[in-house]
C-alpha cells in the first residue's frame, strides 16, 4: 500500500510560536485530509485538501500533489493546539484511506 | 448534527471472551468505516460501508472479527475470542461523497478495549 510518513515526529514549542508540519505520500493520492487527535483520542477534521490552500483561522495548509506532499501551518500556536496531527490519504484505487505516523505537538505556556 | 457516536466507550474483558462494539454515523451519512488505533500509531483501516454493503476489508481483520450495518445506518464490530493483541482503540467515521472521492470523515469518540 501507499507510504505516509510525516515530520517532525515531535514538537515542543512555546506558546506563541509558529510551526510547519509535513507529510509526504508515496503514491498519487484523490483525497487528503489533516486531523487533530486530542489528547482524548477525539479526531478532529481540520482540513480536506486534496490540492492548494486553505486557511482556517491559525491553521493553513497547503497540497501540492504533483510532488506528494502536503504542509500543515500552525502560527501563534496556543496551548489547545497540543495533541497529535495526522494526514490521512486516500489513493486513486481503492475506498481505503492511510494515516501517516502523526506528528505530536506540545506547546507549552 | 449530533456527530458520530460510539458505545461503549470503555470495554474491559477477558481473554477468550466476544466483545461488541456499536457506532451510530452522522444521520444523513452513507459511507462508514471501521479503525483500529494502537498507541503511538495512526489509525488503521479495518473495513468500509457504503450503505449496507460491506465494500472492502483489510487484510488486518481476521476471521475473528465481523461487522454488520443492517439497514445502511448503525454498524457493529464484533470481534470473537478475544486476544490481548486486540487490546486497542477502535475508531468509527462516517461521510458523504460530495463529489468524485471528494468526502471528509467524521470520527466518533472511539471505543477503547483492553484485553486481560
Known amino acids: 500500500g501507499i507510504q505516509v510518513e510525516q515530520s517532525p515526529p515531535d514538537l515542543i514549542l512555546q506558546e506563541g510560536a509558529n510551526s510547519t508540519l509535513r507529510c509526504n505520500f508515496s503514491?498519487?493520492?484523490?483525497?487528503l485530509q489533516w486531523f487533530h487527535q486530542n489528547p482524548w483520542g477525539q479526531l478532529i477534521n481540520l482540513f480536506y485538501?486534496?490540492?492548494g490552500t486553505k486557511q482556517n483561522g491559525r491553521l493553513s495548509a497547503t497540497t501540492v500533489a504533483t510532488e506528494r506532499y502536503s504542509l500543515l501551518y500552525i502560527s501563534s500556536s496556543q496551548t489547545t493546539d497540543s495533541g497529535v496531527y495526522f494526514c490521512?490519504?486516500?489513493?486513486?484505487?481503492?475506498?481505503?484511506?492511510?494515516f501517516g505516523t502523526g506528528t505530536s505537538l506540545t506547546v507549552i505556556p | 448534527d449530533t456527530g458520530v457516536s460510539q458505545n461503549p466507550r470503555h470495554k474491559i474483558t477477558k481473554r477468550g471472551q466476544n466483545v461488541t462494539f456499536r457506532c451510530d454515523p452522522i444521520?444523513?451519512?452513507?459511507?462508514l468505516y471501521w479503525y483500529r488505533q494502537t498507541l503511538g500509531q495512526g489509525p488503521e483501516f479495518l473495513t468500509y460501508?457504503?450503505?449496507?454493503?460491506?465494500?472492502?476489508k483489510s487484510r488486518l481483520l481476521s476471521d475473528r472479527f465481523s461487522a454488520e450495518r443492517p439497514k445502511g445506518s448503525f454498524s457493529t464490530l464484533e470481534i470473537q475470542r478475544t486476544e490481548q493483541g486486540d487490546s486497542a482503540m477502535y475508531l468509527c467515521?462516517?461521510?458523504?461523497?460530495?463529489?468524485?472521492?471528494?468526502?471528509?470523515?467524521?470520527f466518533g469518540p472511539g471505543t477503547r478495549l483492553l484485553v486481560l
Open positions: 460501508f457504503q450503505n449496507e454493503a460491506q465494500l472492502e
Open positions: 485538501i486534496p490540492s
Open positions: 503514491d498519487s493520492v484523490n483525497n
Open positions: 444521520s444523513e451519512h452513507n459511507r
Open positions: 467515521a462516517s461521510s458523504r461523497r460530495t463529489g468524485y472521492r471528494r468526502e471528509t470523515q467524521y
Open positions: 490521512a490519504v486516500l489513493p486513486n484505487t481503492g475506498n481505503q484511506f492511510y
